[in-house]
Structures are given as structure tokens and as C-alpha cells.
């Protein structure tokens, strides 16, 4: 588990990807699809669950989280179900990972 403040969070992804939050991308600790914070909003989620759950969830193309498929698709991950991966933790809240050293895209 990686421990943020607020502060060190932000200066982290400032310098990943820019000031730009839409431009952000996180993996899902899940099924390891990388999103960023634009596809999360392109696919109507919610804004508080960026980064917490996979983006799959409000995609009508996606898999079920935990089981083996080869597809590269998002999947139905939610960050606050009985299986909570989320392996950052950010002043008490829990998010995924940067996707720093992935694709731009999947």
C-alpha cells in the first residue's frame, strides 16, 4: 500500500501527466485497464468513482471483475465491494495506482 497526503497525491500526478485531471490515468487493480479520468466522464460515471472503481461499470461492453478473460475490456470492479484492492491510500480514502508507466491507451 502506497500512503499519500492530499498534497503529495496531487504534485504526483501533476507531474505524470500534467495540470490537466482529465489527462490522468489510473489502472484497475482488478482487471489492469487503464483509464483515465476523460473516459470516466465520457462514460457518465459518476466523478467519485474515478479511480476507485474500474470504469467497466458504466460501459455496456465490459467483463466481470475476478474471472479469467483474455479480452482487453474494462471490467465491473467496484473499489467498495467485499474485495477491496484499491493500493493506494490518499488520507484515509483508497484509489488505484497511476498508470505512469502503461500505454496512453488500451
Avoid: H
Wanted: with cysteine.
Amino acid at each position: 500500500m502506497t500512503t499519500y497526503t492530499k498534497e503529495q497525491w496531487l504534485a504526483q500526478g501533476n507531474k505524470l501527466f500534467g495540470n490537466n485531471f482529465l489527462d490522468w490515468r489510473f489502472k484497475c487493480p482488478s482487471c489492469g485497464y487503464i483509464a483515465s479520468v476523460r473516459d470516466y466522464k465520457d462514460a457518465g460515471a459518476p466523478e467519485n468513482s474515478v479511480a476507485f472503481s474500474c470504469v467497466g461499470r458504466w460501459m455496456s461492453n465490459s467483463k466481470e471483475a475476478f474471472v479469467k478473460d483474455d479480452r482487453n475490456l474494462p471490467c465491473n470492479y467496484a473499489g467498495g465491494g467485499l474485495f477491496r484492492l484499491n493500493p493506494v491510500e490518499v488520507e484515509g480514502s483508497k484509489y488505484f495506482e497511476f498508470a505512469a508507466n502503461d500505454p496512453l491507451s488500451n
